[in-house]
Structures are given as structure tokens and as C-alpha cells.
């Protein structure tokens, strides 16, 4: 039987997915027989776009991530609520999933970062590994500390990262020092095709109009896109409907991944989030940001792609104001170029999970 990796992806956005992608990408260049299934409720279509060769998917998945109402917006209560009523049936939701390992007769689990796959490989005894940028015992720490329930659910989040033989922490990262397990790596993100011209020949527009991405990491972004000022010899790529204006165009009309969308660009506008940090540092496309705040991820991806690439915060109300905008660009290109991020990650991430495998296969010969 081929060695069979179960990839269990928070469903929080898309940035979980999208990072984990490239080191998959790479374990099946290294291990082209490796058996790969996913675990997540995001669609399988978007899917496709990251994760190239046949996959397994698993839609259940106990994890969430965050309530959110937009990109930037928490829905602090409901998140509280779901977390609360998820731990009063852990058990339950462990024990499910085990068995669910067991009868796929999985290998090694990989997490991104679903605290409770990782329950689940360790009740089911299968290696289970973690990767990712940031935790949710942090993360819910950060939003529903206060909550009298908070103290109990945070130790078995905790107990349950504890449990991976190893935290993968890709840069950038939040610090995570309440875990013992972590084990750092470089950036995970895909490089795109750059075909500057062929996005151009699908909008329609000159060679050189300059094009901008809006993206918020599967979230929509709650912005009054019909609102969107015109400015000369720009054209806009947007999630969701453009509402009959002239200049924008739906990402999902593109026939194009979401990276070679990006690396075609001269901008993308956003908020603070891995994938699309890491993604324009390592295709060198400048970035106007929406602050985040209060978001504890937030100051560490920022001060990152200062250093590695070039980026400046604009405010929402800037983003409807022609002259606010016009100017935020001129600074933001007034910026020293820098190099190329070097996405190193997806290699010394593999390493480390062609390891385990390696040892699980022969634990259980």
C-alpha cells in the first residue's frame, strides 16, 4: 500500500490551505506514489486550484477557526459560543475522527492546524504533526480569554499542539511561546507565472494598464465595490461582484489560478494575512494593507514584509477617495524595490514529514 497522508486544513479563509499547498506540492514531486487526503469544508473546486494530482476530501471537519461577519470583522459571542459547545462534545468529535483515521488507514497526520485531527491521531496512534503560523489556543486566548469557560478550553487546545512531534512555525510567524514543539522554517508560498501580458489580454486592457488585486483571503471584503474610484490607466481584479463598474472585474471571470493572478499584478490591496504576505513578498508585488487591529497575527506579518518586500496601511475610507488612493500609490512605489523572497519552507517542511512517514511505515511493519 502506498504511505497515506491525511492534510487537515483549518477552514478559516483560505491562507491555511493555500501555505500547506506548496509543501504537498513538494512531498509529491519527492514521493510520487504518497496517497494524499484532505480534511476541510472548503470547496473542492478551490482546491483544485492549489493542490495538483488526485486527493481524497474529507468535507467534516470540527474546526472553524473564527466567527467572522467580514475580512477584518470577529463575531466575538458566536465564536465563544461554538468553542464552548465544540469542547462539551471533544470527546465525541475525537473519537469520531480516530475512527475515521483508522478505517482510511492513514500513515501521518499533517495539521493546519486543527487541534482536534491532532487529538485524533494521538487517540487513534497514528505520528501527527503540526504547521502553521499561528495557533487557535493563542488566537481564542486573544479573543475570549475573559470567558469563565476560557482557562479549560485553552488547556486542551494546548495539550492538543503538545501533542504533535514537532510545530512547524513558517515565517512569518506569531512567537507561540506557550508551545515546546516548535521547530522553524521559511516562508511557505507558491511562485506565480507572471504572464503580465496574458492577464492583460483577458481584462481586455493595454499592455500597459497597471492592475491591481483586492483580495482578503476567502473573505468578502465588505467594501462598496460600486463605490470604487477610477483612476487613470488602472484596472482592478476584485472577489465578488463589481457591480457594473467600469474598471473592476470578478476574480472567479480570470481563468487563472489566484498566485499567477498576483504575480501578473503591479498591486494588491488586502489585510494582514499569511497567504498573501507571504505570496507578495516571494513575487515581489507591493501591497497596500487595511489595518488590523487588534489582531495579535497582525504586528509580526507586518513588520516581516516591511523588511522583505514593500508595503504601506491604507485606511478604508482612503480606498474611496481618488486623490487618498492616487497618493497612497505614489508612496507605496516611491519604496526601494527589494529581492525576492526565497520560499524555502515547502523543502524543509518535507524533510521533516518524509521523516515521520518514514517512521510510521516502519512502526508499523
Excluded at 40 to 48: A, I, K
Excluded at 327 to 353: H, N, Q, W, Y
Aim: hydrophobic letters at 45%; glycine letters at 8%; charged letters at 20%.
Amino acid at each position: 500500500m502506498p504511505p497515506h497522508l491525511l492534510v487537515a486544513l483549518s477552514p478559516h479563509g483560505y491562507g491555511h490551505a493555500a501555505m500547506t499547498a506548496p509543501v504537498v506540492a513538494e512531498l509529491r514531486r519527492r514521493l510520487p506514489e504518497l496517497r494524499v487526503t484532505l480534511q476541510t469544508s472548503l470547496p473542492r473546486t478551490w482546491l483544485e486550484t492549489r493542490y495538483r494530482g488526485d486527493f481524497e476530501l474529507v468535507s467534516r471537519i470540527a474546526d472553524f477557526g473564527l466567527r467572522q461577519s467580514s475580512a477584518t470583522e470577529i463575531l466575538v459571542d458566536r465564536t465563544a459560543e461554538d468553542y464552548r459547545a465544540l469542547h462539551a462534545r471533544l470527546a465525541e468529535e475525537v473519537e469520531r475522527e480516530a475512527a475515521g483515521l483508522a478505517a482510511r488507514d492513514v500513515d501521518l497526520v499533517l495539521s493546519n492546524i486543527s487541534y482536534v485531527a491532532l487529538l485524533a491521531a494521538r487517540r487513534a496512534g497514528i505520528p501527527g504533526l503540526a504547521m502553521s503560523c499561528l495557533n487557535w489556543a493563542d488566537i481564542y486566548r486573544h479573543v475570549c480569554g475573559a470567558r469563565p469557560e476560557a482557562p479549560a478550553i485553552e488547556a486542551e487546545m494546548l495539550d492538543a499542539y503538545g501533542s504533535a512531534a514537532v510545530f512547524l512555525q513558517p515565517a512569518p510567524a506569531m512567537p507561540m511561546r506557550r508551545l515546546g514543539n516548535l521547530r522553524r522554517i521559511g516562508p511557505l508560498a507558491a511562485r506565480g507565472k507572471a504572464d503580465r501580458a496574458g492577464l492583460r489580454r483577458v481584462l481586455g486592457v493595454e499592455e500597459t494598464t497597471r492592475v491591481g488585486l483586492v483580495a482578503f483571503g476567502g473573505f468578502e471584503s465588505g467594501l462598496p465595490l460600486a463605490r470604487w474610484p477610477r483612476l487613470s490607466g488602472w484596472h482592478w481584479v476584485v472577489t465578488g461582484k463589481p457591480a457594473g463598474h467600469p474598471d473592476l472585474i470578478d476574480r472567479e471571470a480570470v481563468p487563472m489560478g489566484f498566485t499567477d493572478i498576483l504575480s501578473a499584478c503591479d498591486l494588491v490591496i488586502g489585510k494582514p494575512g499569511y497567504g498573501t504576505f507571504a505570496e507578495a513578498a516571494v513575487n515581489g508585488v507591493p501591497m497596500l494593507y487595511l489595518p488590523r487591529p487588534g489582531w495579535p497575527e497582525a504586528p509580526y506579518l507586518v513588520d516581516w514584509l516591511a523588511v522583505n518586500g514593500r508595503c504601506l496601511p491604507i485606511a478604508a475610507a482612503e480606498l474611496f477617495d481618488e486623490a487618498a488612493l492616487a497618493e497612497r500609490l505614489r508612496m507605496l512605489f516611491s519604496l526601494p524595490g527589494k529581492p525576492l523572497v526565497e520560499p524555502t519552507g515547502a523543502a524543509e517542511a518535507a524533510d521533516c514529514i518524509l521523516a515521520a512517514l518514514a517512521g510510521a511505515r516502519c512502526m508499523r511493519m
